[in-house]
């Protein structure tokens, strides 16, 4: 799928990215934190690995869909935490509003599925 802001393309992406930009719009996240909520987001369907994870954090911070919020160390650890820039809340409501209209579009031709009695179209 492609991220757009108007008619600008911002980013080709595949569903994690769309939920990772997703998770962050509520507020900022640590990368396993992002595991946790993608998961949970996705009823289970999508668990990102750590090279998914961030390759496309890297991605969209190049892009300037996501910044760094702030980082912290933990039991001697960074952890790093990423937040949704204006542009990828922006590019995200877009994705979200072109993915609506698309979903309604195929619920409307479903409607149209003849009914087959006793058994399976």
């Known amino acids: 799928m492609t991220l757009y802001i108007g008619d600008r393309t911002v980013l080709d992406v595949q569903e994690p990215t769309y939920l990772i930009l997703a998770v962050l719009a509520a507020q900022p996240l640590h990368g396993y ?37 702030r980082e912290e160390a933990v039991d001697g650890r960074l952890r790093r935490y990423y937040r949704l820039s204006d542009t990828g809340a922006a590019a995200l409501a877009e994705q979200s509003q072109r993915l609506r209209r698309r979903a309604d579009a195929a619920d409307r031709q479903l409607a149209l599925r003849p009914n087959i009695a006793g058994g399976a179209a």
């Open 33 to 69: 934190g992002i595991v946790q909520a993608v998961t949970r987001l996705s009823d289970g369907e999508v668990n990102l690995r750590p090279g998914t994870l961030y390759g496309a954090l890297d991605r969209l911070d190049q892009q300037g869909l996501i910044a760094v919020d």
